[in-house]
């Protein structure tokens, strides 16, 4: 354990980010203008995926009956024509697996009895393990409301913070537009693969709004407060702090979505997933692109 | 070397982490954790009522929702108003759907309740005041004791005065403001002195709800939906009973509100009309109270011809007194119902997933180091700091849902990401003489605590909204969320940087 303290440092460790920052060179050799210019091509595309293709709303947000069964191997299909006839509403049956269990949930319209489904189902199913909730369209809109009051109110208390922290317009306004960016687009992915727009999701895109900040505020701050580094420099140990933090929060989200069987779980690390890709290019990229341009005229900090 | 080591275990914020994890960690065995409905099984219903109300009502939802479900022999119970229009309810150890949809049915029933007497409404729900324990004699006699209000009781002796042996009426949702198409025969029951007690020159039942609730009531003889809808001008909703249910739709296709309430096989005229009224009663008025004297605590008594019936309707008019002080009506809006194996399965799920996942973390942060020097304190911190955030949810008796779950995943994430400034910041340090070396650690940690407190902030500034402000399970997100940073920031964080600042050889 005891070593001279001149040699205390891991010299592993250097290595190993000389390492890195080499990888992510090209990232600091990229020209601000298109630094700036991508990221703004994938918000617009995100921005017109939302607009033909909006997630859909999860029965919490607009009212219906989901009824799930857990330790059942039984084909969608057919089972959604049974359930369909017996009850006289067209139901949708959509069917899942996870590592330990395979089950089936049933989606039916709102004022469906849910114990009739699972009566139907237990008749062929006895030993399955039945959960049901159901959710009226005047709650839905109620929780649709807060839902979209939680992420107006929760982006401008963030903004608000950012501005107090930085007091800086410029730096400040493209933390805040690069994390609106990332809800966007972790909002059209979510479109693109089928993800339901549920309270759970928008607790995940709450969430994003917390960690998609970090980086940008690491970032922001390693460039403004840089003493004798050059913005380059700044820049690079940023960018390498920055990608342990997301590949690292990645891993993480990786490991409950592929463990968890619970869709709530499943349905916000996916959306985090979404999120944290989305902020690796707003961050370093675009949010890095705006700061060297700003930061490249000298009345502002100088450029090299 | 020693000192250093010494220097690290008293320093002031070292101390502060292994209190706040003794502390934890015993709370934590003396005290279980609470769990969501959604992890331990059960129901969880919203409710919303019929208008917003203002606070003291939602308080009196509140509490009589949970008399009336615990008079049903039902454990842990919570009941919870969120802002004017929404109560939660919340029950454990709901075994089937059935039991689950039961318990719906019963907060739904909860209806609006009056006491009549000669078609004047004397008093509401909100005029109970306080139902006893009911008593059963030997002859089958019962007897529910209850107080009602000064208002109440002062009213009633006034139109009580001199009229022994009439009939005094409860009803718990009453279609209030409606016209009733009923069979003829059923027509007649009403009108006849039928539901009367004692008293055949009492006004009918028909008299009573007619002036009461403003209930009008006409025998169904063929009559088109044109008439019936010519009828029911001014009316607030249409109901038919036991009339053919076709006039339903063409009524409700002239955008009129109908109930419809067709005869159970085998239901006498009799048990029919108490159904569609929700009438309990009527009670014949005791000699007492008829003297003009205002008497609050009152009580209701019958004779039934075994124990069993006995026991069943005194019972029954407990539970309506109980419920009946519900001020308004509410609708079950929302339902989930999750059986309590199942929850089991998630509960063991969320924690080999949180493991999993602090697993991930120690192998990615290492990969990213080669250095387990600086993985294991990032992962291990992370897992005091849930050990923390457990510790004061079991302390605070915080029921932990999925909801909450996710928020002390977002808190750990946060965690490392703010553990990885810290190491970054100190790794990065040119190797110069000591005494600017030592500069330069003090800037880059002031520089790295900048990030930490920016990041910080606006997470509980996004947070605190909806912890103040919004219904629904959001709430626990938050907390949890809000939480753990402040953990983080106030106790984890600094500990780390020690911690770090000692390995990594920059103290």
Redesign the interface.
């Known amino acids: ?3 001279p ?2 040699k ?3 010299t ?3 290595a ?2 000389a390492r ?1 920052r080499k990888k992510l060179g090209f990232l600091a050799e990229m020209e601000y203008k298109k630094m700036i210019l991508y990221p703004l091509v994938v918000f617009l595309v995100a921005l017109i995926l939302l607009a033909v293709n909006f997630p859909t709303l999860g029965i ?1 947000l607009q009212g219906g009956v989901v009824v799930t069964a ?1 330790g059942i191997d039984a084909n969608p299909d057919e089972l959604a024509k049974t359930l369909s006839a017996q009850l006289g509403v067209d139901v949708r049956v959509e069917s899942f697996t996870s590592v330990d ?1 395979s089950g089936i949930r049933v989606y039916a319209p709102v004022g469906t ?3 009739e489904i ?1 009566k139907i189902l237990k008749h062929d199913y006895p030993n399955a ?8 369209p ?2 839905g809109k ?2 649709q409301q ?2 979209i ?2 992420l107006v ?3 401008l ?2 903004a ?3 501005f ?2 930085f007091r800086n317009l410029v730096p400040s306004m493209t933390i805040i537009f690069s994390a609106l960016s990332d809800m966007a687009i972790a909002v059209a992915l979510m479109g693109l693969f089928g993800i339901e727009l549920t ?2 999701t ?3 895109l ?2 994003l ?3 998609t ?3 940008n ?2 970032l922001t ?2 460039l403004l ?1 840089r ?1 004798d580094d050059t913005l380059d420099e700044a820049y690079l ?1 940023a960018v ?2 920055g990608f ?2 997301s ?3 990645l ?6 979505w592929i ?4 869709q ?2 499943d349905n ?1 690390a996916i959306v ?1 997933i979404f999120g944290l890709l989305a902020d690796f290019m707003n961050t370093w990229v675009l949010n890095a692109g705006v700061l060297k341009w700003y930061l490249s005229n000298p009345a502002r900090g100088g450029s090299e | ?1 020693k000192r250093r080591t010494r220097n690290l275990l008293l320093n002031w914020r070292i101390i502060l982490l292994t209190l706040f994890l003794v502390g934890s960690v015993a709370t934590l065995a003396f005290k279980p954790l609470t769990y969501g409905i ?1 992890i331990s099984g059960g129901v969880a219903l ?1 409710a ?1 009522t019929e208008h917003p109300v203002d606070s003291d009502t939602m308080q009196l939802v509140v509490s009589s929702l949970q008399k009336r479900l615990n008079t049903l022999g039902l454990r842990d119970i919570t009941v919870e108003a969120q802002g004017d ?2 109560v939660l309810i919340k029950v454990a150890n709901v075994s089937t ?2 039991e ?2 039961q318990i719906k049915s019963v907060i739904e029933s909860q209806g609006v309740f009056y006491m009549e007497f000669t078609g004047t409404v004397f008093g509401t729900g909100e005029d109970v005041e306080y139902v006893g324990i009911y008593q059963i004699k030997s002859d089958n006699s019962w007897a529910v004791p209850f107080r009602i209000s000064k208002a109440a009781a002062e009213k009633f002796a006034e139109l009580a005065y001199g009229k022994k042996g009439w009939p005094v009426d409860m009803f718990l949702d009453p279609p209030v403001d409606s016209l009733m198409v009923v069979p003829d025969s059923v027509y007649r029951l009403m009108n006849s002195t039928d539901f009367n007690a004692e008293a055949p020159d009492a006004p009918t039942l028909m008299e009573r709800v007619g002036k009461a609730f403003n209930v009008t009531v006409v025998a169904y003889a063929n009559q088109s939906a044109d008439e019936i809808a010519k009828l029911a001008e001014g009316k607030d909703k249409i109901v038919l009973v036991d009339v053919p249910q076709d006039l339903q739709t063409q009524l409700e296709g002239m955008n009129l509100t109908v109930r419809y309430v067709p005869r159970a096989p085998g239901e006498s005229d009799h048990s029919l009309v108490v159904r569609v009224l929700g009438l309990y009663g009527p009670y014949s008025l005791g000699e007492g109270l008829t003297v003009g004297e205002p008497q609050q605590d009152v009580q209701i008594t019958g004779t039934a011809p075994d124990r069993m019936t006995a026991e069943q309707e005194a019972s029954t008019i407990y539970t309506v007194l109980k419920s009946g002080s519900l001020p308004v009506k509410l ?9 309590p ?2 929850g089991e ?2 509960r063991t ?2 924690l ?3 493991l ?6 120690l ?3 290492y990969f ?4 387990w ?2 993985a294991v304190p990032i992962a291990s911190t992370s897992l005091f700091e849930v050990v923390i955030i457990l510790g004061f949810a079991s302390l605070i008796n915080w029921n932990l849902d ?2 909450s ?3 002390i ?2 808190a ?3 965690g ?3 553990q ?2 810290i190491t ?1 910041e100190l ?3 040119e ?1 110069t003489t ?1 005494i600017t070396r030592r500069a330069s650690v003090l ?1 880059r940690m002031g ?1 790295a605590f ?2 930490i407190f ?2 910080a ?3 509980i ?6 912890l103040v ?6 709430k626990g ?1 938050a907390f949890t ?1 809000i939480l753990g ?1 402040l953990i983080g920031i106030l106790v984890t964080r600094p500990a780390y940087a020690e911690i770090a600042k000692y390995l ?3 103290d």
């Open positions: 354990m005891s070593k303290k001149s205390a440092k891991p592993a460790g250097d190993v980010r890195k919490d857990y269990t009895d849910p114990t699972i393990e039945y959960t049901h909730s159901e959710v009226q005047t709650f109620i929780a807060q839902g009051r939680a109110f929760a982006f208390a963030m608000v913070v950012v107090l922290f309270t759970a928008i607790a995940a709450l969430m709004i917390g960690y900040v970090d980086s505020i690491l701050t390693k407060r003493k140990s390498s702090t342990t933090m590949t690292t929060t891993g993480a989200l990786l490991v409950l463990i968890s069987t619970s709530t779980i916000i985090l | 070397m959604d919203v919303q229009q929404i759907a059935e689950a949809n609708n079950v809006v929302g339902m989930e119902f999750i059986s194996r199942l399965n998630f799920q969320a080999y997933a949180g999993a996942a602090l697993i991930a973390v192998l990615i942060v990213h180091y080669r250095n020097r600086i999925l909801p779950i996710a928020g995943i977002a750990i994430g946060t490392v990401d703010q990885i400034v970054d790794l990065s340090g190797k000591r800037r520089r900048f990030v920016a990041s902030a606006t997470t500034a996004a947070m605190s909204f909806l402000y919004f219904v629904g399970t959001l997100f969320t940073v990594l050889g920059e």
